[in-house]
């Protein structure tokens, strides 16, 4: 299992994938940039509908209190960003995944049949599809992640068990979307293992970017070696 994670990471100088991480990493920080900026110039709009107030409260202290207030607002955006980066960087990730198992299809396992994806938008949806999921799933949970924010081992715990059962599902029927109906296997296998290892390589700082590539390379390695057996 660990070595489907290692012999994607030794992949991940492809040109495929790189193009995949390069393009997700600059999407990823303009979109915080864009929701920086708008957070900013929301912050100013609301300042100035209180304005007269607020120069009834702080007089000429308003300018100091109006840029104080945007530095806060910036700052909590950026916090929030902090903690969603991972997950906003594997969404546009997933918008690449497709080229990320055809690279590591051709260079490992090119005698296996393999199956085109169906259109353009398959990548998109997948994304969309995994994001929605993963926010919907984790907001379910909310109630025991936060009560596992005071029994630390069990939070974290919790975290990549769930998140793990997510993305082994979602990743491997994605995987065995791509394998030919007459060579599926019955029943079909599961990726549960790969899932929470993913998940916890998600909570790792800047390894966390490459979470998702690794996952799906690790899901075709394990299936392909099913395949052979």
Same mark, same amino acid.
Do not use: C
């Given at each position: 299992?660990?070595?489907?994670?290692?012999?994607?990471?030794?992949?991940?100088?492809?040109?495929?994938?790189?193009?995949?991480?390069?393009?997700?990493?600059?999407?990823?920080?303009?979109?915080?940039?864009?929701?920086?900026?708008?957070?900013?110039?929301?912050?100013?709009?609301?300042?100035?509908?209180?304005?007269?107030?607020?120069?009834?409260?702080?007089?000429?202290?308003?300018?100091?209190?109006?840029?104080?207030?945007?530095?806060?607002?910036?700052?909590? =955006?950026?916090?929030?960003?902090?903690?969603?980066?991972?997950?906003?960087?594997?969404?546009?990730?997933?918008?690449? =995944?497709?080229?990320?198992?055809?690279?590591?299809?051709?260079?490992?396992?090119?005698?296996?049949?393999?199956?085109?994806?169906?259109?353009?938008?398959?990548?998109?949806?997948?994304?969309?599809?995994?994001?929605?999921?993963?926010? =919907?799933?984790?907001?379910?949970?909310?109630?025991?992640?936060?009560?596992?924010?005071?029994?630390?081992?069990?939070?974290?715990?919790?975290?990549?068990?769930?998140?793990?059962?997510?993305?082994?599902?979602?990743?491997?029927?994605?995987?065995?979307?791509?394998?030919?109906?007459?060579?599926?296997?019955?029943?079909?296998?599961?990726?549960?293992?790969?899932?929470?290892?993913?998940?916890? =390589?998600?909570?790792?700082?800047?390894?966390?970017?490459?979470?998702?590539?690794?996952?799906?390379?690790?899901?075709?390695?394990?299936?392909?070696?099913?395949?052979?057996?």
């Amino acid at each position: 299992m660990f070595i489907s994670f290692l012999q994607t990471f030794r992949q991940v100088n492809d040109p495929k994938i790189l193009k995949a991480l390069g393009f997700a990493t600059l999407f990823s920080l303009l979109s915080i940039f864009l929701a920086l900026t708008a957070g900013v110039a929301l912050m100013d709009n609301v300042l100035d509908l209180f304005s007269s107030s607020l120069q009834s409260w702080f007089g000429r202290g308003e300018s100091w209190f109006r840029g104080f207030a945007q530095f806060l607002g910036g700052s909590l =955006i950026l916090v929030i960003a902090y903690f969603l980066f991972a997950g906003i960087h594997g969404a546009f990730v997933g918008i690449f =995944i497709d080229d990320i198992l055809d690279a590591v299809h051709k260079k490992h396992y090119p005698d296996i049949p393999w199956q085109n994806s169906p259109s353009s938008n398959h990548s998109i949806l997948f994304s969309g599809r995994i994001l929605l999921l993963t926010v =919907i799933l984790n907001l379910v949970a909310s109630p025991l992640l936060i009560l596992g924010w005071f029994i630390p081992p069990l939070g974290l715990s919790l975290q990549i068990i769930l998140n793990g059962f997510l993305l082994g599902k979602e990743y491997g029927q994605l995987v065995e979307f791509r394998i030919p109906k007459n060579h599926s296997l019955s029943p079909p296998p599961k990726y549960f293992l790969n899932g929470m290892i993913a998940a916890f =390589i998600w909570i790792v700082p800047f390894l966390n970017l490459l979470a998702p590539i690794l996952l799906a390379g690790s899901v075709l390695h394990t299936r392909a070696r099913l395949q052979k057996h």
